[in-house]
């Protein structure tokens, strides 16, 4: 059973950078397309960045050219590069695979940005 464990998440103010991290349990990490998803209060959870298996990347527009995704399945983690911080990025940050059924949520990490 794969275990996802999410940290790195801050208070900062508006324009600074966070990074993320999200360790991973299970020995099919690296076969796997992972993503980063967030929830901000009374919202939906929506995915805002993707990593393939081989590397490749695929960004929300609201986070496209601030955040970069990137992965080192030697170590099983996945990271989230956040710079550019605004209000609006507020919210609880989660890792999982992008697509199909879903690994059993973290916890998450709080990102709150201060204006």
């Known amino acids: 059973q794969v275990q996802l464990v999410e940290s790195g998440g801050d208070l900062v103010q508006l324009g600074g950078s966070l990074r993320l991290s999200c360790a991973a349990s299970?020995?099919?990490?690296?076969?796997?397309?992972m993503g980063w998803y967030r929830q901000a209060p009374g919202k939906q959870r929506e995915l805002v960045a993707v990593?393939?298996?081989?590397?490749?990347?695929n960004y929300a527009d609201s986070v496209k050219g601030r955040f970069t995704i990137s992965r080192d399945n030697a170590k099983k983690m996945v990271y989230l590069q956040m710079n550019s911080l605004k209000p609006e990025d507020t919210a609880v940050y989660y890792c999982n695979v992008p697509y199909g059924s879903k690994y059993p949520w973290g916890q998450g990490t709080q990102v709150t940005v201060s204006s």
């Open positions: 299970g020995s099919i990490f690296s076969l796997n397309d």
């Open positions: 990593i393939s298996s081989g590397g490749n990347t």
